[in-house]
């Protein structure tokens, strides 16, 4: 059988003539009045117990007293047990019982709940365990082998639980915020009570640092969580995978130019996404030697696994903006032949097509001439790339004058296959030329 609720309340005792007395304040003490109320969990009935110095008082008087209509109202003379019993309530009611015996007399107040109504079910949450604690008493006491009821929306936790030794049940906390019901019910009584629960928030956020580097810092809670997954995806030079440190974060470098990045932070089955526009240390606008320079500079500072100029060389290549169509300058002309609405304007597509050959130069022409120049021309940008990484920035500014100078070589070899010498062979050299 569950016990009962013992309040215990310990007063200050007034002693008449305190004033006058030397030392009765110790007398007093030793003379306090202690009063416990307690309601039996089978009837309700309530039973005031009065002692002192852990002894029943006999002949105590116990006043009650209730702004409610409480049949237990009156004046009573504790038993040789120290004790009075008194009727459960029909209803909740704040009783006060001021108890006297000999000059010590003190008071106390304590809500009597009728029965029907002492069953209670508490909630807390144990952060420590990420989990949800139901605690169920009546009267006060702890109520084992109840059964409770868990309902949440989409809560993995719902189901029915039976308590402990300690009236407790503990549920896994939610994954997202949510409202959780709980129903005890233990002989017949029934308690019920609805608490929102804040699930661990897991967040992820980005700050920069002027031009000189991003942090990355992931929180739970608000307090910065150890050994997070962070992914960092875009076009930056420092996308990749990480783990934050012992103060939840992770330090990269800022971007070359302004990018867009997305980062995701996972832990412990959290998730937290957000993403976020870096600055830059070159502008969109700004030449793209400019850019390299930056790229080698970073390269410098923060060491390489490979040969620099290596690394200078494949950056030039993903990024060189003159791969881009709409980078050419208009005089070179469409980036192929595809892109000609007039065959006969379509480069490649001269008198020549008449020799026989799809519209090149003849045979005996040197058709290598302008691929060989321009094959010497990276060639060399590209050993002097390699051999000194500081002259990759010149390099990739002379890149439109190159993409002119082969637009006008261009130019100059379609006016050399087009001429005509009166030989009939379509504009070639004659055949007494030493081809």
């Known amino acids: 059988m569950?016990?009962?609720?013992?309040?215990?309340?310990?007063?200050?005792v007034a002693m008449l003539a305190v004033a006058m007395v030397p030392g009765t304040v110790g007398a007093a003490s030793a003379d306090a009045l202690h009063v416990g109320v307690t309601q039996d969990a089978d009837t309700g009935d309530a039973t005031v117990t009065v002692t002192r110095n852990e002894t029943a008082v006999e002949n105590a008087t116990v006043v009650v007293e209730s702004s409610d209509n409480y049949a237990g109202n009156g004046t009573y003379a504790t038993g040789a047990n120290g004790t009075i019993d008194l009727p459960t309530p029909q209803e909740r009611v704040n009783a006060t019982f001021t108890v006297s015996e000999g000059n010590n007399t003190t008071s106390t107040s304590v809500v009597l709940v009728p029965l029907d109504e002492s069953l209670d079910v508490s909630v807390e949450a144990d952060d420590a365990n990420d989990t949800v604690v139901a605690i169920v008493t009546q009267y006060g006491e702890s109520v084992e082998n109840a059964s409770v009821q868990v309902n949440g929306t989409d809560y993995a936790g719902n189901g029915t639980y039976q308590t402990d030794a300690n009236g407790?049940?503990?549920?896994?906390?939610?994954?997202?915020?949510?409202?959780?019901?709980?129903?005890?019910?233990?002989?017949?009584?029934?308690?019920?009570?609805?608490?929102?629960?804040?699930?661990?928030?897991?967040?992820?956020?980005?700050?920069?640092?002027?031009?000189?580097?991003?942090?990355?810092?992931?929180?739970?809670?608000?307090e910065p969580v150890?050994?997070?997954?962070?992914?960092?995806?875009?076009?930056?030079?420092?996308?990749?995978?990480?783990?934050?440190?012992?103060?939840?974060?992770?330090?990269?470098?800022?971007?070359?130019?302004?990018?867009?990045v997305d980062v995701t932070a996972e832990y412990d089955g959290l998730t937290a996404e957000t993403t976020v526009t870096l600055q830059g240390?070159?502008?969109?606008?700004?030449?793209?030697?400019?850019?390299?320079?930056?790229?080698?500079?970073?390269?410098?500072?923060?060491?390489?696994?490979?040969?620099?100029?290596?690394?200078?060389?494949?950056?030039?290549?993903?990024?060189?903006?003159?791969?881009?169509d709409d980078k050419r300058p208009d005089h070179a002309g469409p980036k192929n032949s595809d892109d000609a609405d007039d065959e006969e304007d379509a480069p490649g597509n001269s008198a020549n097509a008449k020799n026989g050959n799809g519209g090149g130069p003849p045979d005996h022409a040197n058709n290598n001439k302008a691929s060989d120049e321009e094959d010497g021309e990276s060639d060399d940008e590209e050993t002097e790339t390699a051999d000194d990484a500081d002259d990759s920035a010149d390099d990739a500014d002379d890149s439109a004058d190159d993409a002119d100078d082969s637009a006008d070589e261009s130019d100059d070899s379609s006016d050399d296959s087009n001429g005509s010498n009166g030989n009939g062979n379509g504009g070639g050299p004659p055949d007494h030329a030493n081809n």
């Open 281 to 324: 240390e070159v502008a969109a606008d700004d030449p793209f030697g400019q850019l390299v320079s930056s790229f080698v500079d970073r390269l410098k500072d923060t060491g390489s696994d490979g040969p620099l100029g290596q690394a200078v060389s494949d950056f030039v290549t993903e990024n060189n903006p003159g791969n881009a």
């Open 168 to 222: 407790t049940v503990e549920v896994t906390e939610p994954t997202t915020t949510t409202n959780l019901t709980f129903v005890a019910t233990a002989d017949g009584l029934t308690a019920e009570t609805t608490v929102a629960v804040e699930a661990d928030d897991l967040d992820v956020s980005v700050s920069q640092d002027g031009n000189e580097s991003v942090t990355i810092t992931v929180t739970e809670d608000g």
């Open 2 to 12: 569950r016990g009962s609720k013992h309040l215990t309340v310990v007063m200050v």
């Open 226 to 260: 150890e050994n997070a997954s962070v992914a960092v995806d875009g076009n930056y030079t420092d996308a990749g995978e990480y783990e934050t440190d012992e103060n939840g974060t992770v330090d990269l470098s800022s971007p070359l130019q302004t990018v867009t």
